[in-house]
């Protein structure tokens, strides 16, 4: 008999969401909440990590996880392979939509808007702030790339840690970030017998509008 889980559920009663305490920003309520976020989870949950689901050529969806590394007024920033399947699927159409959820505090953000690669000094000095063996990693993983075995890997970052041996990898020219720029910010707060809140801000001519959801 195929595992059955419709009575899997809980109510959520730590916290809500009032209309009087809410903030205009949503890049401020953001920042809020990552901060509780980070203070709350516990190992391995990491509290910037987020869903980032992508749209290809085609029309399909793809969705997985990556970790935030900033945000402010210009959006919400991330790194990874131009050349990896994301990426592709960034160059093709730059709609992406992010979402974070933090089940310690019963809270979801989902963020929508359109993608736009870092400049490049930025790229640069994120990565430069890695570890070493990160920066080399980089150059030896062709990340969504297929590898005949796990060898293959292990035996490109040998001839990349000899190729840069004592000197500073620079950034590879196909790795960097990306900005998301946001259009919709919506915030999802766990409250009693489903009856959630839900704050949507969308932005209209560079300002924030508000409106409440139905959970
Ligand atoms: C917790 C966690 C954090 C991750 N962080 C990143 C990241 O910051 N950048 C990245 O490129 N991949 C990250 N990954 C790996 C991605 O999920 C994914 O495997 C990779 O980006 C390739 O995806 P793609 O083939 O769709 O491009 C992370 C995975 C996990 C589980």
Redesign the pocket.
């Known amino acids: 008999m195929p595992l059955s889980l419709a009575q899997m559920r809980r109510n959520y009663t730590l916290y809500g969401l009032r209309d009087d305490l809410v903030q205009d920003d949503p890049l401020v309520l953001f920042g809020q909440w990552l901060e509780q976020a980070r203070k709350t989870e516990v190992a391995?949950v990491?509290a910037n990590?987020m869903a980032?689901a992508?749209v290809d050529a085609q029309g399909r969806a793809?969705?997985?996880?990556?970790?935030?590394?900033g945000f402010g007024a210009e959006g919400f920033t991330?790194?990874?392979?131009y050349q990896?399947?994301?990426?592709?699927?960034l160059a093709s159409n730059p709609s992406a939509a992010m979402t974070f959820f933090w089940p310690g505090l019963e809270r979801q953000v989902r963020i929508e808007g359109t993608v736009v690669r870092l400049a490049p000094q930025l790229s640069d000095d994120y990565f430069h702030s890695r570890p070493l063996a990160s920066q080399v990693g980089a150059w030896a993983s062709p990340?969504?790339q297929p590898l005949a075995h796990r060898a293959e890997l292990e035996g490109r970052l040998r001839d990349v840690t000899q190729r840069f041996a004592g000197q500073q990898p620079p950034r590879p020219p196909e790795w960097g970030g990306y900005c998301l720029q946001p259009e919709r910010v919506e915030f999802w707060q766990g409250r009693a017998d489903r009856l959630h809140d839900r704050l949507d801000y969308r932005r209209h001519d560079g300002i924030w509008q508000r409106s409440r959801l139905a959970p």
């Open positions: 391995p990491e990590s980032l992508t793809h969705c997985r996880i990556l970790l935030l590394k991330f790194f990874g392979h990896s399947a994301k990426g592709q699927e990340q969504s």
